[in-house]
């Protein structure tokens, strides 16, 4: 057998691309790390490993835990684990969900390709950044009240359509039609309340941005064209999740959970793992807030692209209505799902935290639009590497509950990037030899997010296709990146 | 007291250590501010938080949340805290079986966040959190999630 040795952690090669950390201790299940020997150096490097084996302590964990091929480090659980736990007598954990509640990624396509934009990328870049709020304390889109609030935890994406934020199409496009109806916002606390209702449309900061690309290589013509993309087409990426309303119901239910639940804490490795039995109260309210966050994240990226999608309007003289959501993806997400187990089928909370659903053609949860090609999963890269759209493999139900990677994971660290780079520099860089025009609220930002301290995406999305989780669909290129 | 940032790969981690629970809860404060913006300005007003907490680690934790809490809402960047920390009393922990309250009583200077180039930093986590009291006084670590 083949095996790999990480610094006291052997993993046993199942088949190309699937290594498992067999069964021991108190370990319920076996753990599976789908990964290259090359993205497996990079993931074994930092806790990525333990942290994988940590989670398949939690109880009521089915098969194995899974890590993506873009797996790194977290803090619990690790930013690429993927959890699917049973429903009925397991558990629920916010941490193996992540902090930014429904953080995740959506592609609006235009009617634009790469020549109407050429040469018109500085006045593009600009007058997004101008009318994009991005950065700490930049206010939102829109300005809430409380009761705005409500409304948006409460109906999702049907809220911005009454409010005039979106165009039909745009629920048609989205996951649950841009409403979770498990959403409770009785459940949120007014803390995670007033923290939301000056962030509605807003990017935040981090590793969060918009981008204007180009498709530059499509790898399956019949997807692409049901999805709308062909070479040289502009497209809009955005990317950014909760703000501040996901980050507090993430830390008001780990505290309460910790103080509630401290039994099975106790018999967890990592307190970042805290987790309410499935059935408890806490895990009912838990699951009814974080559907309401869900539902606010949804409102945020449909706020932020509207906004794009006027400003590229007016810009280049089209009508809104020419630029449509191709698909809009959580990569911070637990859900409600059934699946197969032993041969029967069953309710898991699928805990994805820095995974992608990336459901095959033929699923019912699917938009009609794709029931039968299958779920757009769109890959971002970094600034300086391209990002991808996939479809949802049809092995991904048997290998990864359903789930593929989210993007590229960070290589570098924050301090060290900013040792390395300068954001200047990095931004002139862009410019003059990728053609790419960035603008950021923070020089700071932009060397902490240089595209040499992420993990190559390209090798990434290799693997997902080969193993049949999430298939390649099309390319793309950055034009202009505009972030906090 | 005194605080640096230290690498962690996708998010940042605060070390401080102080002579006092008071001084390093002030050290880890001015380094979440630090880890957000590189120079702040003079000016703003000073506000005061309150809070308790069940044990001294998750004091820390609730103490640096109403932090990140009070900067959303007031739209302010918190720094030059000042925290004042206090065990629960005997009284209070023979009554309650020992677990009483613990609690801190800080004040912060708010500097307007339009006037600080500041970026985002969403969350306090528990992940390889250490509040420790060392030969020099207390240790602390705190990672956050950016």
């Known amino acids: ?484 | 007291m005194s605080y640096a940032l230290r690498d962690h790969t996708a998010d940042v981690a605060v070390e401080a250590t102080g002579e006092t629970l008071d001084s390093v809860f002030e050290a880890v404060a001015d380094g979440m501010a630090a880890a957000m913006a590189e120079s702040i300005p003079e000016g703003g007003e000073r506000f005061s938080l309150a809070i308790t907490a069940e044990g001294r680690e998750q004091l820390l934790f609730d103490y640096l949340d109403d932090l990140i809490y009070e900067r959303d809402v007031r739209g302010t960047l918190p720094i030059d805290n000042r925290a004042t920390v206090s065990a629960p009393s005997e009284s209070e922990g023979v009554a309650d079986g020992g677990g009483g309250r613990w609690r801190v009583e800080a004040t912060a200077r708010g500097v307007a966040l339009d006037r600080v180039e500041a970026r985002d930093l969403k969350a306090v986590t528990y992940s390889e959190m250490d509040l420790s009291q060392t030969e020099e006084g207390w240790h602390a670590y705190v990672v956050f999630d950016v």
């Open chain 1, 1 to 484: 057998m083949t095996t790999y040795d990480a610094d006291g952690i052997t993993l046993e090669r199942v088949r190309e691309y699937v290594w498992e950390i067999p069964r021991e201790g108190d370990m319920r299940v076996p753990a599976r790390v789908l990964a290259s020997e090359e993205l497996l150096d990079e993931i074994s490097e930092d806790k990525t490993l333990q942290q994988l084996k940590n989670a398949t302590h939690l109880p009521g964990v089915q098969e194995h835990a899974v890590c993506m091929p873009d797996g790194h480090q977290g803090y619990g659980f690790p930013v690429g684990g993927v959890a699917g736990i049973d429903a009925e007598d397991g558990c629920i954990s916010p941490g193996a969900i992540g902090y930014d509640l429904n953080c995740g990624v959506r592609m609006m396509t235009t009617p634009l390709t790469y020549d109407d934009v050429r040469g018109r990328e500085a006045e593009l870049v600009d007058t997004l950044f101008a009318n994009v709020p991005a950065g700490l304390g930049g206010g939102g889109v829109y300005e809430g009240s409380k009761a705005d609030v409500e409304e948006i935890l409460e109906r999702g994406v049907e809220w911005a359509l009454a409010e005039g934020f979106a165009l039909p199409s745009d629920l048609d496009h989205c996951e649950d039609e841009g409403r979770r109806t498990d959403a409770d916002p009785s459940r949120v606390s007014r803390k995670a309340k007033d923290r939301g209702k000056n962030q509605v449309g807003s990017l935040g900061s981090g590793n969060h941005f918009l981008e204007v690309q180009r498709v530059t290589d499509v790898y399956r013509d019949d997807v692409a064209r049901e999805f709308g993309l062909e070479a040289d087409r502009i497209v809009v990426l955005v990317h950014c999740g909760s703000r501040g309303l996901g980050h507090q119901v993430c830390t008001d239910y780990l505290r309460e959970i910790e103080q509630t639940h401290a039994g099975m804490l106790d018999r967890l490795p990592d307190r970042e793992l805290a987790a309410a039995p499935a059935g408890s109260q806490l895990a009912e309210d838990y699951y009814g807030a974080m559907c309401a966050a869900i539902n606010f994240a949804w409102v945020n990226r449909q706020l932020v692209m509207h906004r794009a999608r006027e400003v590229i309007a007016k810009l280049f003289d089209l009508d809104t209505g020419e630029m449509e959501l191709l698909y809009d993806v959580a990569h911070n997400i637990g859900k409600k799902e059934v699946h197969r187990i032993e041969g029967e089928e069953r309710e898991l909370y699928v805990h994805r935290k820095g995974a992608t659903r990336a459901f095959p053609a033929g699923r019912p949860e699917l938009p009609a639009a794709y029931r039968d090609v299958g779920q757009p999963v769109i890959i971002p890269g970094s600034m300086g590497a391209g990002s991808y759209v996939l479809r949802g493999g049809e092995n991904s139900m048997d290998v990864s509950f359903g789930s593929t990677a989210h993007g590229a994971g960070r290589l570098m660290s924050r301090t060290q990037a900013k040792q390395e780079f300068w954001g200047g520099d990095v931004r002139d860089d862009l410019r003059d030899h990728q053609q790419v025009y960035v603008k950021a609220e923070s020089g700071a930002t932009v060397a902490e997010e240089a595209p040499g301290v992420y993990k190559d995406v390209d090798e990434v999305v290799r693997v997902s296709d080969a193993l049949g989780i999430g298939d390649r669909v099309a390319r793309t290129f950055p034009v202009c990146n505009i972030k906090g």
